[in-house]
């Protein structure tokens, strides 16, 4: 079954994000989905010998929840900012965050984390992956930002990708 299907989460990504891009289900549609689903996992096998495990599942739902969550409050708290403090008054920060997970799956979810959340933007990841480079719309206390991504969001996927 791993011959077909090398990396089955990501062929299922696959199959859910063309049916997402089409926008209207038809059957061709599925079938095309299912034949992309099978055949980019398969073309780039040889690039992506390790395969990454979700150990488990109710813990990605979580994080998932936590994520939403904190998109929602962000997109809030940077209304406010927008609406109501004046410029003089924002203080921007470039904050490099340590980081103690190696996977390349795991820091690309962290870093898809923090941009997806309102007033903070992932980018750059150091040469060596142990640290993330992130702009922060207003941080008047830039370390209580790393403690904060650290423990809400790295903490999690340890425990997810481990």
């Given at each position: 079954?791993?011959?077909?299907?090398?990396?089955?989460?990501?062929?299922?990504?696959?199959?859910?994000?063309?049916?997402?891009?089409?926008?209207?289900?038809?059957?061709?549609?599925?079938?095309?989905?299912?034949?992309?689903?099978?055949?980019?996992?398969?073309?780039?096998?040889?690039?992506?010998?390790?395969?990454?495990?979700?150990?488990?599942?109710?813990?990605?739902?979580?994080?998932?929840?936590?994520?939403?969550?904190?998109?929602?409050?962000?997109?809030?708290?940077?209304?406010?900012?927008?609406?109501?403090?004046?410029?003089?008054?924002?203080?921007?920060?470039?904050?490099?965050?340590?980081?103690?997970?190696?996977?390349?799956?795991?820091?690309?979810?962290?870093?898809?984390?923090?941009?997806?959340?309102?007033?903070t933007v992932s980018c750059d990841l150091s040469e060596c992956?142990?640290?993330?480079?992130?702009?922060?719309?207003?941080?008047?206390?830039?370390?209580?930002?790393?403690?904060?991504?650290?423990?809400?969001?790295e903490s999690r996927l340890k425990e997810i990708f481990a």
């Amino acid at each position: 079954m791993t011959r077909l299907f090398p990396h089955p989460i990501l062929s299922v990504l696959l199959v859910v994000t063309w049916l997402l891009l089409v926008n209207d289900f038809r059957w061709g549609s599925l079938v095309f989905g299912m034949i992309i689903g099978l055949v980019i996992p398969l073309l780039i096998r040889p690039y992506w010998r390790q395969r990454s495990s979700l150990k488990s599942l109710p813990k990605y739902g979580s994080y998932l929840a936590l994520v939403v969550w904190d998109i929602i409050v962000a997109n809030v708290q940077v209304a406010k900012i927008v609406l109501f403090k004046p410029n003089s008054q924002l203080q921007p920060a470039w904050i490099v965050i340590p980081l103690e997970i190696r996977t390349p799956e795991a820091i690309t979810v962290l870093a898809g984390t923090i941009t997806l959340t309102p007033g903070t933007v992932s980018c750059d990841l150091s040469e060596c992956g142990h640290a993330l480079l992130v702009h922060c719309l207003h941080a008047p206390d830039p370390q209580s930002v790393v403690v904060d991504i650290k423990t809400r969001y790295e903490s999690r996927l340890k425990e997810i990708f481990a």
